[in-house]
């Protein structure tokens, strides 16, 4: 009986014919990925792409998604808007691999610049980066900032999700902080890149609704090497505490710069300070730095019984294990998008508008490494100031806030 089946699919081979195989594997399912590799914003990055490939190893190490592997295609974005633009206009018209959806861009003004190009493709992006205005309209953002209460949006973009907490959570969960610290008085000091802009709109909102006043407001330029200056001006305000909004290398100058100046009000950073690599660039200096940061940052302190704790530390475990470096916030953000959207396959098949419908409709009390997520059409991060928690840097490592 063999010999005759193999004679029939030899006969049929040479006739032309051709016949389903038993066990073939399923067409992939593909997900694109633009991340910032290289370039300035690498610290970000690297980690998320490092993570995109690690879980596409575990899910199909588990058998893929019903049968069919996860394919992720990772464009460099090399931390340029325009090479973002690039990247996803690329992935979009892909001839072969059809993407289902993207994950990133890593950076807030990256992902302001390609939201409009996946709303027309009608494909769902979950970004990796913060600012409230990547899933929140214009007009909508544009009515919050004149309202003289603190308010939250009511509609989102309908294509664009995304997986870091808020700016805005960020900043609720510093001035709570500084409410239990009786802290009044406050000087800001943002980067003028899309990050800081959005952060500086939502400490400047937010503040009266703390009973805090904002004493001083200074900028400066991303690529700027010295924030002495700005910093000294603050220096001589009445101010209790000073807050930095950026992320990467001016984090550090300013944390230096800080020191430097012997300012003995605290300082406290963004969420976007949640990389060891700062701590170690800024050295000594980075000694009683503040931030609000996701629980991945001290995930062995986590109580047992906290939703995340199963999740963040197996992603903390594997991910130091594999790339021999400590874990940050920003690989976790790469890993709760894939995850999402496989568990979006999972559901409803690959179907872009059902699966921006499942992610709308039915993520609730969603353990990730990032928050435990509830997406609705009202809010496309899902996560509120309960995310994070409030972290001081002490002998060169993170901490539970006092």
């Given amino acids: 009986m063999k010999r005759f089946v193999a004679g ?8 032309g014919l051709s016949f389903p195989v038993m066990g073939a594997e399923k067409a992939p399912h593909v997900i694109g990925a633009v991340f910032s590799v290289t370039g300035g914003a690498s610290f970000l990055g690297e980690p998320e792409r490092n993570t995109a490939k690690m879980v596409e190893e575990w899910v199909n190490g588990a058998g893929g998604i019903q049968g069919h592997p996860l394919k992720v295609i990772v464009e460099d974005s090399k931390s340029d808007e325009g090479q973002a633009v690039l990247a996803v206009r690329k992935l979009l018209d892909l001839d072969k691999d059809k993407v289902l959806a993207i994950i990133g861009p890593s950076t807030t003004g990256e992902s302001m610049a390609v939201a409009p190009i996946m709303e027309k493709a009608k494909t769902p992006l979950i970004s990796c980066a913060a600012a409230l205005s990547i899933v929140t ?11 003289k209460t603190f ?28 409410q239990k610290k009786k802290i009044t008085k406050v000087a800001i000091i943002t980067v003028t890149a899309a990050f800081g802009d959005f952060g500086r709109q939502e400490l400047k909102r937010a503040a009266p609704g703390y009973g805090i006043s904002i004493v001083a407001d200074e900028r400066y330029g991303p690529k700027d090497s010295d924030m002495t ?22 984090q550090v100058l300013v944390t230096k710069n ?30 009683g730095v503040l931030c609000p940061l996701g629980h991945i940052i001290v995930a062995e302190k986590v109580k047992a ?21 400590d874990v940050s916030s920003f690989g976790g953000y790469a890993h709760d998008a894939i995850y999402l959207l496989v568990d979006a396959l999972k559901a409803v098949g690959p179907d872009r508008g059902k699966m921006r419908d499942y992610l709308e409709a039915k993520v609730k009390s969603w353990p990730g490494v990032s928050g ?6 009202q809010d496309h991060t899902g996560l509120k100031k309960d995310a994070f928690v409030m972290i001081q840097v002490k002998n060169n490592d993170w901490t539970f806030a006092d």
């Fill in 229 to 250: 200056a700005q910093l000294t001006k603050i220096k001589g305000t009445d101010a209790q505490a000073l807050i930095n909004w950026s992320v990467g290398p001016p």
């Fill in 372 to 377: 435990v997520f509830n997406l609705s059409p």
């Fill in 137 to 147: 309209p214009k007009e909508e953002l544009d009515r919050i900032l004149a309202a």
């Fill in 151 to 178: 308010e939250m949006p009511k509609k989102q973009n309908p294509w664009i999700f995304k997986t870091a907490q808020t700016d805005t959570s960020a900043v609720e969960a510093i001035y709570d902080y500084m």
């Fill in 258 to 287: 800080w020191k430097q100046l012997g300012m003995t009000i605290p300082l406290y950073q963004s969420h976007g300070f949640g990389s060891k690599r700062n701590i170690e660039l800024a050295g000594e200096a980075a000694e």
């Fill in 8 to 15: 029939v699919v030899f006969g049929a081979c040479l006739l």
């Fill in 305 to 325: 019984d906290h939703p995340q704790k199963a999740v963040i530390m197996k992603y903390k475990t594997e991910y130091e294990k594999r790339f021999k470096t």
